[in-house]
C-alpha cells in the first residue's frame, strides 16, 4: 500500500510518503490561516518526488497542532456550557489554590468560558447515580433561547455525576439539537466520563471550544483532498499514539492535541525496539517546541491527564487540565523559531514564544526582527544557507547577524556570535533541565538510557544535550527532519475507553466489573472497526487505584480477561507492587479501592526486524571543511562536513564534524564520534 502522512507543526509542515518501503519527503512551511494549504502542499511536493498520482495513495494519516493553537492562542468558538444549578463557577473556580504561591503578582488564565455565558439548570444526580432532583427541560428552552440570542457556537454539558448516570445529559443534548440546529454539542459523558468536577468540565469545554474549527477544517480538507483525485480514506493520530477515523476526530477534537509528539514517541518506541535498546529518552526539537519522552521496555509512558496552555512555563495549575489518553512527556518552548531576547536583569532569555512561520526566524527574510535558535545556529556557522530545508529557504547571514547585535549584542556589549552562542547553550540547557525534571519526577535515570533525537532541530542540539544530562549514545535516524510523520506511519489503529466506577475491593464484584469492561469493550472496537474492517483487536485493562482516604490513584495494569471472585487477591497484589515501585513501600492493613476503570483497544501492528550490530570500517573522509564556534570553548574550530547519502554503513566520522541532509544536518561535538549503522542511521558515541 502506498501510504502518505502529514505533520503540521508551528513552522514546518513535514510530509512522508512511503512507496513500498521507500519514502519520499518534503517539508514545507506552515500556512497558519489556512493549514489544508500547506498540508496539499507538501502532499503535491513528495507525490512529484514519487512520480505517482494522487489516486496511486491508498491511506493517509494525518496529525495537527491545530487544536493545541487554538486554545493557547484563544482563537477557539464562542461556548455556551451548562451545568447544574448552582454549579456555573466550578470553572473558574478550579482547585481553589494558587499554583504559584510566593507570587503576589500571579495571574490565574481566564477561563474559556466567560461567566455570562455559563447557565444552570434544575436536575440533581447522586454519586451513585440515583435522581435526586429531576430533570427541568422547561428551564432548558429558555436557555436555549438565551444561547441563541448571546451567539452561541458551540455547547458543553457537565451535570454532576454524570459518569455513574447519563440520563440528564442526553436529554439536555436532544433537546439543544433541536432548540439549536446547526450548533455542535459536547457533554462530558462522552467526552470524560470520569469522577471529579473540574478535570471534565474542563475537557469538555475545551473540545467545545476547538471543535467548530477544527470539524470546519477536516471537513474543508477532505472535500479539497477529493477534489484533488484522493480517493483514500483519512485517519487521524491521537494523543495517545493511536490512529482513529475522521468521524471520531470531529466529534472529540481535544483528543487531537498533542498528535504530532505523539508521533514522534511511537517512532520512538519502534526504533527502540529495533536497536534493542530498552531505556530511551526521545528527543524532538521541531520548529517551534521541544518535546522529550521516556521509553521503557520498547513502550513510551502513558498518562490520562495532560495540562495545556501554561501561564508558567513548568508550574502544573496554571493551564488548563485535559482528562484524555496521552502519551506522557514534556514540552517546552525550544524550537528553532524560539525567539530570544535580554531580560530586566541582563541575562539571555530564549523561548517561549516563537516565530513561527510567519514571519519566522530574521535569517529567513520574511520581516522577522527578532533572534531566534535558529539564526543562532546559522551565526555559529552550523548551518549551510544554501542547503536549509532542502534548498527551499535560503537563509540570510547578514539579517540573523543584525538581530542577534540588535537584540542582545548590544545590551550586553558582546558581538554577534558570543550572543549566538549565549543562545544556544540557555537553549541546550532549558532542555536539559526539563529532561531532568521529568526524569526525577518518575523516578527515572537519564544517564543509564541512549537518547533518540529527531525533528528539524534536534539533530543539531543533541550532541550538546546529551553532553548536559550525562547520556554517552545518541541516534539519529533517517528521515529525522520529518520523524513525527514517520512515527504516524507506524502507529496503530487504537481507541481508549475511560469510566468511573466506584469498587471497593473489600466489596469487589466481579460480575459488575465484567458487565462494565465489555461495554467499553464494543465501544472501542465499534470505533475501530469504522477505521478497519482488517485484523484482530488487541486490549489493555488498567484500574485506577488508591489506599482507601487518598486523593489520587496510580495506574495498575490488569489481565485482558474476564476477572473472577479470586481475582481480589490479584488485584491487591497488583497495586501493591505497583505502589512500591513508585514509591518504595506500601501501607500495610489500608483499605484499596478502585476509582476508574480504563480499556486501551487497537489493532496491532509488525514489530520491526531487530538490527544487528555493525562492524567498524574506515573513517570516512569529509568532503568540505567549515569553521562552527564551539559555544562551550567560546572559539571556532574546524569541522568536517560530510554528505550523509553518501556514508555506508560501518563508516566512522570523527568529531567535530558535521553530517548534512536535505531536512536536517547532525552536529558532532569534539567530544563524539559517529558510527553509521547498517540501518543507516548514525549512532553518536561519546569519546571522553
Not at 507543526?9 to 519520499?24: A, C, M, P, S
Not at 530545508?389 to 538581530?403: F, K, P, V
Not at 507492587?577 to 500495610?588: D, K, S, V
Request: contains cysteine; hydrophobic residues 40%; charged residues 20%.
Amino acid at each position: 500500500m502506498i501510504r502518505l502522512a502529514v505533520d503540521i507543526g508551528g513552522t514546518f509542515t513535514d510530509v512522508v510518503l512511503d512507496v513500498g518501503g521507500t519514502r519520499y519527503t518534503a517539508k514545507v512551511l506552515t500556512t497558519p490561516s489556512e493549514p489544508e494549504c500547506g498540508f496539499l502542499e507538501g502532499a503535491q511536493a513528495a507525490l512529484t518526488k514519487a512520480g505517482i498520482k494522487a489516486a496511486d495513495v491508498g491511506a493517509i494519516v494525518h496529525g495537527t497542532t491545530l487544536a493545541t493553537n487554538a486554545i493557547i492562542e484563544r482563537k477557539g468558538a464562542r461556548v455556551g456550557l451548562l451545568t447544574t444549578e448552582g454549579f456555573r463557577d466550578s470553572l473558574e473556580i478550579a482547585y481553589e489554590h494558587r499554583f504559584e504561591q510566593s507570587d503576589l503578582y500571579m495571574v490565574r488564565p481566564d477561563p474559556l468560558v466567560p461567566r455570562e455565558h455559563r447557565w444552570g439548570v434544575a436536575g440533581r444526580i447522586a454519586a451513585d447515580g440515583s435522581e435526586l432532583v429531576s430533570f427541568d427541560e422547561v428551564a432548558l428552552e429558555s436557555v436555549a433561547l438565551q444561547m441563541r440570542e448571546a451567539g452561541i457556537e458551540a455547547v458543553a454539558i457537565c451535570f454532576l455525576h454524570s459518569y455513574a448516570n447519563d440520563t440528564h445529559e442526553r436529554r439536555a443534548a436532544e433537546a439543544l439539537a433541536r432548540l439549536l440546529p446547526g450548533v455542535p454539542v459536547s457533554v462530558s459523558c462522552e467526552v470524560s466520563p470520569e469522577i471529579r468536577e473540574y478535570d471534565r468540565v474542563s475537557t469538555t469545554v475545551a473540545n467545545a471550544y476547538v471543535r467548530p474549527q477544527m470539524q470546519g477544517y477536516l471537513q474543508r480538507l477532505e472535500q479539497e483532498l477529493a477534489a484533488r483525485g484522493f480517493h483514500c480514506g483519512l485517519l487521524m493520530i491521537t494523543s495517545s499514539g493511536s490512529m482513529t477515523t475522521l468521524q471520531t476526530a470531529c466529534e472529540f477534537p481535544i483528543r487531537l492535541v498533542e498528535s504530532g509528539p505523539a508521533g514522534g514517541a511511537v517512532l520512538a518506541s519502534n526504533l527502540a525496539q529495533e536497536l534493542g535498546e530498552e531505556r530511551v529518552v526521545s528527543f524532538d526539537m521541531g520548529g517551534t517546541t521541544a518535546k522529550i519522552c521516556l521509553v521503557d521496555d520498547y513502550k513510551a509512558l502513558q498518562s490520562r491527564t495532560f495540562e495545556v496552555a501554561r501561564a508558567y512555563r513548568f508550574l502544573k495549575g496554571s493551564g488548563y487540565p485535559l482528562r484524555i489518553p496521552v502519551i506522557e512527556m514534556v514540552e517546552i518552548g525550544a524550537g528553532g523559531g524560539s525567539l530570544a531576547g535580554v531580560d530586566e536583569m541582563r541575562r539571555i532569555t530564549v523561548g517561549p514564544e516563537s516565530a513561527s512561520s510567519v514571519p519566522g526566524p530574521a535569517c529567513y527574510g520574511r520581516g522577522g526582527k527578532r533572534p531566534s535558535v535558529t539564526d543562532a545556529d546559522l551565526m555559529l556557522g552550523r548551518l549551510d544557507p544554501d542547503r536549509f530545508a532542502g534548498g527551499q529557504i535560503r537563509l540570510s547571514t547578514d539579517a540573523a547577524a543584525s538581530a542577534l547585535y540588535a537584540e542582545i549584542g548590544a545590551h550586553l556589549e558582546i558581538d554577534e556570535r558570543a550572543a549566538a552562542a549565549g543562545i544556544s547553550e540557555i537553549v541546550d540547557e532549558n532542555m536539559a533541565n526539563a529532561a531532568r525534571v521529568h526524569a526525577i519526577e518518575w523516578g527515572k535515570n537519564l544517564q543509564e538510557r541512549t537518547m533518540i533525537a529527531f525533528g528539524g532541530a534536534a539533530p543539531l542540539h543533541a550532541a550538546r544535550l546529551a553532553d548536559k544530562c550525562g547520556i554517552r549514545k545518541v541516534v539519529i535516524p533517517t528521515g529525522a527532519g520529518v520523524g513525527s510523520a514517520i512515527g504516524f506511519l507506524q502507529a496503530p489503529i487504537g481507541y481508549h475507553v475511560t469510566r468511573s466506577r466506584y469498587v471497593n475491593l473489600d466489596e469487589f464484584d466481579a460480575e459488575v466489573v465484567n458487565d462494565l469492561f465489555a461495554s467499553m469493550s464494543t465501544e472501542a472496537a465499534a470505533a475501530i472497526r469504522k477505521a478497519s474492517l482488517n485484523g484482530s483487536i488487541e486490549e489493555q485493562r488498567v484500574a485506577y487505584m488508591r489506599y482507601r482516604g487518598q486523593g489520587h490513584e496510580i495506574d495498575v495494569p490488569l489481565p485482558a480477561r474476564a476477572l473472577v471472585a479470586s481475582d481480589r487477591t490479584l488485584m491487591e497484589q497488583l497495586f501493591a507492587q505497583r505502589y512500591e515501585a513508585l514509591f518504595g513501600g506500601t501501607i500495610p492493613k489500608l483499605g484499596v479501592e478502585v476509582m476508574t476503570w480504563s480499556l486501551a483497544a487497537h489493532i496491532p501492528v509488525p514489530a520491526p526486524a531487530t538490527v544487528g550490530p555493525t562492524s567498524r570500517g574506515e573513517r570516512a573522509k569529509p568532503s568540505a571543511q567549515r569553521g562552527i564556534f564551539d559555544p562551550e570553548l567560546m572559539q571556532e574550530l574546524p569541522h568536517g562536513i560530510h554528505v550523509r547519502a553518501e556514508l555506508a554503513p560501518g563508516m566512522v566520522v570523527e568529531g567535530p564534524a558535521v553530517i548534512v541532509e536535505d531536512e536536517t544536518s547532525t552536529l558532532i561535538g569534539r567530544n563524539f564520534d559517529a558510527l553509521i549503522l547498517q540501518s543507516g542511521y548514525i549512532q553518536l558515541e561519546r569519546k571522553f
